[in-house]
């Protein structure tokens, strides 16, 4: 019988392709006009790209 151990998940950050410059004042400023005024409120279903 063979007794299998929990794996220890770990977060590790994301491959450099997905890794984008300048961090999220980057991103608003290329959605604004889908975001609005209010970064902090995103609606589901929008569509945002990516700078």
């Given at each position: 019988?063979?007794?299998l151990?929990?794996?220890?998940?770990?977060?590790?950050?994301?491959?450099?392709?997905?890794?984008?410059?300048?961090?999220?004042?980057?991103?608003?400023a290329?959605?604004?006009?889908?975001?609005?005024?209010?970064?902090?409120?995103?609606?589901?279903?929008?569509?945002?790209?990516?700078?």
């Open positions: 019988m063979a007794c151990r929990p794996t220890r998940r770990t977060r590790r950050p994301p491959p450099p392709a997905l890794q984008l410059p300048r961090g999220w004042p980057a991103r608003y290329a959605n604004q006009d889908t975001i609005g005024d209010d970064p902090d409120l995103i609606l589901t279903g929008r569509a945002l790209r990516l700078p």
